[in-house]
């Protein structure tokens, strides 16, 4: 039913830098595009708890504990509010949390290429933090000037809360830096993990289809290789500051051009780890999500049942 | 008490040390839940309790290190299974949600009861830290009793699990109200209330689970005591992997 005219109209608002709010009228084209860009933003920051929730019971001091307990639920925390504003946003279509969640364990919506991965040591929980969220906050910050209004405002608390992570991770990096022989191998070993996975995570040089609508729609402003380059440029020295090594020896920045140079990820491996779910703990992952929402089913019955018998009882 | 004696130190120590380790094991136990509960909004709710819980742990080793012990990370860290106090009821590691709100529950009441009798130990640095604690046990207590009555009311299913769960839970209660080497402590400073904890617990839990319709389960008498060092081969396990990093450096920065 979107006609022609009216879509010509929110393009121009939009292209006049206007901003929407969830009571305006939108193409549907946009609110897919929206659907799908938070859908997945707000899983992935869910699944991203695992590989570091498993560490908060290892965590080698108090206050390490008591930070990365604190991160993990500010994650949790980041998918709750991501997931609102999708269920608002999916109303049209009948869906709401229990559907959204369903999704990632039927395979209808995917997550981030880097919670797929292994993360085996305690300073891969370091390196998640300093790089993984210091990754996110490169594409988030470009996500606080997007057309959706509700999406920039959130964003606004999240990339705050995701600054604390990047220092939490940098934090726990920098100890091991400055420790032994054994924890300097522990660090270099997850740096040297990690770097692939984050050349892939700002996706593939030349976007996709609907990649290239969200930049139409302004939803998001930057392509994947400029978000890329900032972060190379972002990281480069602060690896070396640390006195790690970047496990890419073609890596080089481009004297005239200031543009980084770096070997390419494995596209087709991690496409399809992401497509189908098929990393090295992707599987394991799921698992544990179904565990939490299918396993526990049950006990959100059981508080909408309690919440009607004690309505009727007046209480 | 104006002067106190190295004796009545080392008493006091006695008397926290149970308290502290509780609340650190059930901090630690409840972080296993972290992506696990039944939904997003009670993740964050349990994070914040598990947070607040070995928060209070690391208040009371602060309070223990100030009376002679060492340092609040070396006591979580550096310290044999056999050295730590705390009860089977918080040690237990996670089941299913039926079986944590029945065992939170039975822990925060007792927990809240024996804060409250503490208030009267006349030390400065204990009354500040409990000050705090007391303010956010409140909220605790109050979460896990609105889960036992959201269970309890929650259809016949829910019923059945918790009502099973209180059953398994009860089994683990025995060494929850002893005091080990404590209980001679107790009487140094003037804290013999804490000692008969056990009544005014059955009393306050057993109203509550009458007027949700929930029977009263039989209390096992205690295998081993927690409050001695007795914690099987479990804890082992636990503390194996709690400390496994910073075993790699001991003595390092982490």
Redesign the interface.
Known sequence: MDDVQRVNDFKARIGAGEKIESTDWMPKEYRDLLIKQIHMHGISEIMGAYPEKEWVGKAPTIRRKLALNAKVQDEIGHGQMLLRLAEDLSRPYGRGREALMDDVLEGRVKFHNVFHLEAPTWADAGVIGFMVDGGAIITQAMLLDSSYAPYARMLKRIVAEESFHMQHGESVVLALAEGSEAQRAMLQGAITRWWPAMMYFFGPRMMGPSSQKMMDYKIRTMTNEQLRQKFINRYVPRIQALGMAIPDPALYQDAATRTWHYTDPDWEWFTAVVHHNSGPMSQARLSLRREAHRGQQWVREAAIEAGRVLQERGA | METVTPAHREALADILLPIADDAWIAG?RG??W????????E??AL??I??DA??HA?LL?DVLAELGNRE??EQ??ARPASGWRHCRLVQTPRQ??ADFVARRYCYETFDDLRLHALAGAGHAPLQSALAKILQEKLYHVRHFDTWL???????T??RA?LQEAMAGVFSELGDLFSWGQGASALAMWNLTALSSLRPLWESRVRARLEQLGLEWPRVAAKKSDGRLGEHGPEFSDLLA??T???A??PA???
């Open positions: 630690q972080s296993e972290l992506g696990m509960a039944p939904d997003l909004e993740d964050l994070s914040s598990s947070q070995l928060g690391q080793y609040a990370d979580v860290y299913d949600w009555q959201t269970l309890a009311w929650g259809g299913q829910s699990r992997e709690m496994s990093v910073r790699m450096e390092g920065e982490w």
